[in-house]
């Protein structure tokens, strides 16, 4: 048998040795207060992107033996302020429909409040995200409404920067 890497084992060694080319630091809003987390972008030999994402205390924190469903996205816009307010509509450079945005993520799944994830995109690169926003939704996405899955209120944003 030949000893051949797969991407799975590419990225597994991305993740364990590799710093990210950029990052967000998620932060919550006036809902979710203590809701905080670090989103990873890391560049790949096959021009996508690896995300990886921690957050803590999402809203079902408090719930022993629960799990629950966020919608997470790239917005346009890097702005945070005003309780996320000017984060704009979904990163969306081919004007595809939802869910098939270049800012659609996979959901995440909370289990009393603590998410870890980590997935590979080619629909953008690092430059293109750069200066973007990373926003957590309050509901799940129904991966049909549109413009955004009816996801619900924004819980948290973080800014993506380039690490230097």
């Not at 084992?9 to 919550?28: K, T």
């Not at 990873?40 to 629960?66: D, H, M, R, W």
């Amino acid at each position: 048998m030949t000893n051949q890497s797969t991407p799975g084992d590419i990225f597994a060694d991305l993740l364990r040795y590799n710093n990210p080319s950029a990052l967000a630091w998620v932060r919550g809003g006036e809902a979710v207060p203590a809701l905080s987390g670090l989103v990873k972008f890391y560049e790949t030999p096959y021009q996508g992107v690896l995300v990886e994402a921690e957050i803590f205390n999402l809203p079902n924190k408090s719930i022993p033996g629960s799990s629950d469903f966020y919608a997470f996205h790239i917005h346009q816009n890097g702005d945070c302020s005003g309780n996320f307010a000017r984060t704009g509509d979904h990163f969306n450079p081919t004007s595809q429909l939802h869910p098939f945005h270049a800012g659609d993520f996979p959901p995440l799944l909370g289990n009393e409040g603590y998410a870890w994830t980590a997935f590979y995109d080619k629909r953008f690169s690092i430059k293109d995200i750069l200066g973007r926003s990373v926003i957590i939704h309050s509901n799940e996405d129904d991966f049909k409404t549109q413009p955004s899955g009816d996801s619900g209120s924004k819980i948290a944003c973080g800014v993506i920067e380039m690490i230097r």
